[in-house]
């Protein structure tokens, strides 16, 4: 047990591994053509450092943009609000990754990549650390997953529960919600 009833999910060499894991599989795709990160704020910001160390294939350019779902509950709305927009001309005719921290409804897979192809990529594939496929809404399928986790509500690793845990190394959940 952590502070505030935390309990130990996914571990710091768990983490690691599983990001190289996410990358050697990546660079086969993207060997001989290289890629454009676009990372989703802010959760995946952690994730996205670490992924974009360990990959081998050239990343052109990384982008960022923020999408949200939540308000400071733990329950998705369901309506996605993207801001901060994306340089047309740097997503344009390029093969996009997009990262993100974890799949739940679905909906911010479905917003984002609708908001992604607007702007005329040569590919768009999107990538998620963590997977809650019970929670599954929308009718999506994720090209990279790095972990696939029960329904818990989870933090550290870039995530948060109201912008707090962020900053933990490793991934936790409330095992009392
Ligand atoms: P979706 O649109 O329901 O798939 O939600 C995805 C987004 O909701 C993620 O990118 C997170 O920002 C947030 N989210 C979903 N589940 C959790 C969680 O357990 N902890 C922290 N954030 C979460
Ligand atoms: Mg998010």
Do not use: W
Not at 19 to 44: F, M, S
Not at 149 to 168: Q, S, T, W
């Amino acid at each position: 047990m952590l502070r505030d009833g935390l309990a130990l999910l996914i571990s710091e060499a768990e983490l690691r591994s599983g990001v190289a894991r996410l990358a050697r599989q990546i660079d086969q795709d993207y060997a001989t053509t290289g890629l454009v990160l676009v990372c989703l704020l802010k959760g995946a910001t952690v994730f996205t450092a670490d992924l974009l160390r360990a990959l081998r294939a050239e990343v052109h350019r990384i982008e960022f943009v923020r999408a949200s779902s939540y308000g400071s509950g733990t329950t998705s709305s369901g309506r996605v609000s993207i801001t901060g927009a994306l340089p047309a001309e740097h997503i344009a005719g390029q093969h996009v990754l997009a990262v993100d921290d974890i799949a739940d409804t679905g909906h911010t897979c479905v917003a984002v990549a609708e908001y992604i192809n607007s702007l005329a990529p040569a590919s768009l594939r999107y990538c998620t650390l963590l997977d809650k496929p019970e929670r599954r809404q929308a009718d999506v399928r994720y090209d990279y997953v790095g972990f696939t986790i029960p329904n818990h509500f989870v933090v550290g690793y870039g995530m948060d529960f109201d912008e707090r845990y962020r900053g933990l190394p490793a991934v936790y959940y409330f095992p009392d919600r």
